[in-house]
C-alpha cells in the first residue's frame, strides 16, 4: 500500500515538474499574444469612445490677420489645448473604471461598443487556447488561458503640435494628445506591467495664407 501511495506521489510530482517546465518555456509567448492583445484593446477604447464636445476643438486655433485679410499669426491656445488634454485623460480614466467595475454599456450598437460591454462584464480580454499554444488541432477542444488586465492609470498626457508649409500659400496644423496607459495583464500564475502610449488626433486642418507670414510662438 505504502508502494502505491509513493508512485502515485512520485508521478504527481513528475507530472507537476513536466508541466512546470512547459508553462515557463511558454510564458515568453503568452506575455506576447498578451501584450498584443491589450493593445488593440486599448487602441478600440481610445479609437471608438465619446469623449468631450468636440466642439470646442474651434476654439484651440488663434488667428491673426493683417489689413490685407492676409494670416499673420497662427498659433494655438495652450490654456485650453491644456484644459481639454485634461479632460480627455479624465474621460479615458472614468470609461476603464466602467470596465472594470462590469457597469460599462454600449454608446450604440457598433461592434466596438459591444466588444466594451462584453470585457466589461466578462473581465477577459482575449483567451489564449491550449490547442494554439501547443499547435494541436483544433478538434481536441483544450481548454484556454483567460487573458484579464487591470488598468493602474492614465498617468498623465503631452501635446504634439505641428504648423508647416502645406502647397502655395496654405499652412497645415495638426495637434495630438499623448496619453500614457500603465497596465496589467493578469495570466495564470504571474502578472505582467505593460506602458503604452496612444495618440489622440484632435485638430488638423488647413488654411490660405502668405507663408512667410504664418508664425507659431
Known sequence: MKKWIITVVVLCLLLMT???????????????????EIERFNQLVISHSYFTDQKQYDELVIIERNEENEIALLDFDMVKVNQLANRIVLDI????????????????????????EEVSQT????????????????????????????HLSSVGSS???????????????????????NIAMIYPFFEQYHTQVISIPILLEIFQGQVPLVYSS
Open 123 to 150: 473581465g477577459i480580454i482575449a483567451s489564449l487556447s491550449l490547442n494554439t499554444l501547443f499547435h494541436l488541432p483544433s478538434f481536441l477542444m483544450l481548454p484556454s488561458i483567460p487573458l484579464t488586465y487591470k
Open 93 to 116: 480614466e472614468n470609461i476603464y473604471s466602467q470596465i472594470e467595475n462590469g457597469t460599462y454599456q454600449a454608446q450604440d450598437e457598433s461592434y466596438y461598443q459591444r466588444r466594451m
Open 18 to 36: 513536466g508541466l512546470g517546465i512547459v508553462y515557463v518555456q511558454l510564458i515568453p509567448f503568452i506575455k506576447e499574444y498578451g501584450q498584443m
Open 159 to 181: 501635446i504634439s503640435k505641428k504648423i508647416e508649409n502645406y502647397g502655395v500659400n496654405t499652412v497645415m496644423i495638426a495637434l495630438s494628445i499623448n496619453i500614457k496607459m
